[in-house]
């Protein structure tokens, strides 16, 4: 390996990485959970998240790239030289074997995990936190983390059988919101609720059948308090033992004749509720 | 064709329909817009959306089940019967070419299209509207179909190129509100924002980039008023043409770090925030 002349590493005798190269092999394997797990790695593709990574020192460990996209994102490539991180160029045809979209625009950037205890999590003293319990679905996931990062979260927690918060479209669903919050995986939600009350956070259960009514608790002025939501798959709602730990059991009012709210948008609705009573 | 023992009409040579049926070829062809148009019929699959189409007088035109499916729902294959609705019993193989998703719960309903002119929706004095303004994408569309009509919206406007509302995907993610609430087409969104003043309606475009502040606008009561909201798509926005019609451009505060919200994330935020004021 030698550097080239725009201070990229470049094999000196075969070029541009391509998808038979060791380290692309390595990397591409990252898109499976349990390499991703085995590794302590996730991949994360395009400028935006390249630049989210690279904010967080320590957590990107590789970036590759395109010759073109590499020139297009110079600075980014320079970011992360001189972070110590190496840069790799790729044929088209590695950037697409690594990448897991259509149009991946060039780059992809290998980090390490970054998810932190809950007991880290809650020592800043978050005043919003978000629950995914049990939730499957990647992008719904990653949804609801952008949200809560836009609506003033300091921690996610990713609590029982949830999907990986490093899963490809997960990571692409958060829009970079994945380096934004403190991220958190914990095993058992019941032992989240547990710590969440003891850290002195209201906690909040949203169902469809709660017995509040989220209105109501805004007008009570119960939404002021520091809060964690708990929100849990569209498919079968959150556990009864969760429900059951909760503060309270919400729901969002259904002022027309829709049955429910999708996930993401319950969630919005929650969020910002409580993003505007705490201000 | 005669009626079977259960009151649905059977070809009396051949059984079930096939793939091949005729009339199955024909109602699989409306999975395609042109053919949509042209018939000015749609597919609506899964006994819920069925459930919701049947709800309302003369759209559904004929009703495909598997006999498994039509057993399962006795109640919804009598409602059709009674009114004046042909329920055919289709091979597993026919109700699948019919439906688009791979559990598709063995109900197909050829419907009417339903959409009614701007005026008409307007004569009935909406105080919520949500427009889609070029929003192409059909899961995003029918998402906010969906919450529009859980925070008691009367009307939705698909305007200038918008996705078709009749397209499977935006059905589906409609979750039976594509027949609950006022749909209506407009070619020229810059017009639907002329009608929706003259009817007496406040006009707020979402941009990520307007000079008021949502919790602002809720603070000055001005959400009260009968208000239309007006979401542009995800890639691109709102064309500049309908953020200057608008009677006030207003952004989403973004507490954290995210530099936006989804489209589903930020209608749901506004349309909330309307119905709450409206209260």
């Known amino acids: 390996m030698q550097s080239s002349s725009r201070g990229r590493r470049l094999d000196a005798v075969s070029g541009p990485f391509t998808p038979r190269t060791p380290r692309v092999v390595a990397a591409r394997r990252l898109q499976r959970r349990r390499d991703r797990e085995a590794a302590g790695r996730f991949l994360a593709e395009g400028p935006q998240a390249v630049r989210e990574a690279l904010a967080r020192p320590g957590v990107v460990a590789e970036l590759f790239g395109t010759p073109a996209a590499l020139d297009r994102h110079a600075g980014l490539a320079a970011d992360a030289a001189r972070a110590d991180v190496p840069v790799s160029e790729v044929t088209d045809e590695a950037l697409a074997a690594l990448a897991e979209t259509v149009a991946p625009q060039g780059l992809v950037a290998v980090c390490r995990h970054l998810d932190v205890p809950l ?27 952008r949200t809560a990062d836009a609506a003033g979260a300091g921690a996610v927690v990713f609590a029982g059988d949830a999907v990986d918060p490093y899963n490809g479209k997960c990571v692409r669903a958060s829009a970079g919101s994945l380096f934004h919050v403190d991220v958190v995986r914990a095993p058992d939600p019941v032992d989240v609720v547990a710590a969440l009350r003891a850290a002195g956070l209201a906690v909040f ?61 319950a969630a919005a609705v929650c969020l910002y509720a409580s993003a505007r009573a705490q201000r």
């Open 119 to 145: 007991e880290r999590a809650l020592a800043g003293g978050p005043r919003l936190v978000a629950v995914l319990a049990e939730i499957r679905d990647p992008g719904n996931a990653g949804t609801v983390l």
């Open 205 to 265: 259960a949203t169902t469809g059948y709660g017995e509040d009514d989220l209105d109501d608790l805004a007008d009570a002025g119960r939404l002021a308090a520091p809060t964690a939501w708990l929100f849990g798959s569209e498919a079968h709602g959150l556990p009864e033992e969760l429900t059951a730990a909760a503060d309270a059991r919400v729901r969002v009012p259904l002022h027309g004749r829709a049955e429910s709210l999708n996930l993401a948008a």
